[in-house]
């Protein structure tokens, strides 16, 4: 039977309080998290060690009742050790295929920028195309697959930056944050050696995931609320503090994480509030500033809200 946007708004919310059983005082985060599960991209969290990340991927895999896989990204990591490789089989005189940790459903790639840019370009094609080819071989990954990226902002020693390329297909990029401290005290008084993702359940099968990725394509997107869009993304590519602005990919993704949204709030149909509240977690991180602006410290976040505040909203 055909879902609803009543029924997909439920299911939505259902996944979004079972991640809050884990992820304690974090409510717009799970919400963006949420949102790129079921508009099908990947996720940049951008933040210091021991606020929670390997928790949330760890909850956010248990709750779709999906395989999960943890890549520790260091200088010494090889491409194959994270796609697999082609192992010659002596009984048969064949070579067998061993996938890598990429084949899973959540896959944590834990502080990405600590590996060369080889092998950091060994997840571009499995993010842009949902595949990996391996001695000229084409191995699918699974349909429901999304990476959840880590790196630390504070630490620049031994790492490398990601280049726009890949920076560019992760759907939306967040920051965790330290708990507030009423949620801190609770976490001090509570927290026992039990693995808080231990006490959690599969509240949505991979089955119901795909259905609500494919019911994303029916929301629809008004015509005054596209160019509301469009104005907000060719404001970035003629910005004079930017030297890359928003690429057509970014619109694309926009688009989908406005409508994901719109389902979550149980509508059909797009308004300005949503593409106001995700411009910032999903354009920030595409635009890139020029040497003057980087060095008298302005924000990528902030430019984009300012240009949020200069284009006119629709009615």
């Known amino acids: 039977m055909k879902s609803s946007v009543d029924e997909v708004s439920r299911l939505m919310k259902k996944a979004n309080d079972n991640l809050a059983l884990v992820v304690k005082g974090k409510p717009e985060k799970i919400e963006l998290v949420i949102l790129a599960l079921v508009a099908g991209g990947h996720i940049l969290i951008e933040d210091i060690p021991g606020v929670g990340k390997t928790t949330l991927a760890k909850a956010l895999a248990k709750t779709i009742d999906g395989t999960f896989n943890r890549i520790q990204f260091t200088p010494d990591l090889l491409p194959t050790d994270i796609t697999g490789i082609n192992i010659f089989r002596q009984t048969d005189n064949h070579f067998s295929f061993h996938p890598g940790p990429v084949f899973a459903n959540i896959v944590l790639a834990d502080e990405i920028n600590r590996a060369s840019p080889r092998t950091q370009s060994a997840l571009l094609e499995a993010m842009g195309e949902e595949h990996v080819t391996v001695d000229g071989t084409c191995h699918p990954l699974p349909s429901a697959f999304i990476v959840l990226a880590t790196q630390n902002p504070i630490e620049y020693h031994g790492t490398y930056p990601l280049p726009e390329a890949q920076l560019d297909r ?144 629709p009615k």
């Open 170 to 313: 992760f759907m939306l990029q967040i920051d965790m944050g330290y708990l507030p401290q009423e949620d801190e005290q609770n976490l001090l008084i509570n927290r026992t050696r039990e693995e808080p993702v231990e006490k959690i359940s599969s509240v949505l099968s991979l089955a119901a995931l795909k259905e609500l990725k494919s019911f994303v394509d029916t929301i629809l997107l008004e015509e005054s609320i596209s160019q509301y869009m469009l104005d907000i993304v060719q404001a970035t590519r003629h910005h004079p503090q930017l030297r890359l602005g928003v690429s057509t990919r970014g619109t694309l993704l926009y688009a989908r994480m406005v409508r994901a949204r719109a389902m979550l709030h149980q509508r059909d149909y797009v308004i300005p509030e949503d593409v106001k509240r995700l411009a910032v977690p999903v354009l920030a991180h595409r635009i890139l500033l020029d040497t003057k602006s980087q060095y008298e410290g302005s924000s990528r976040s902030e430019i984009i809200a300012q240009i949020i505040e200069n284009i006119k909203i």
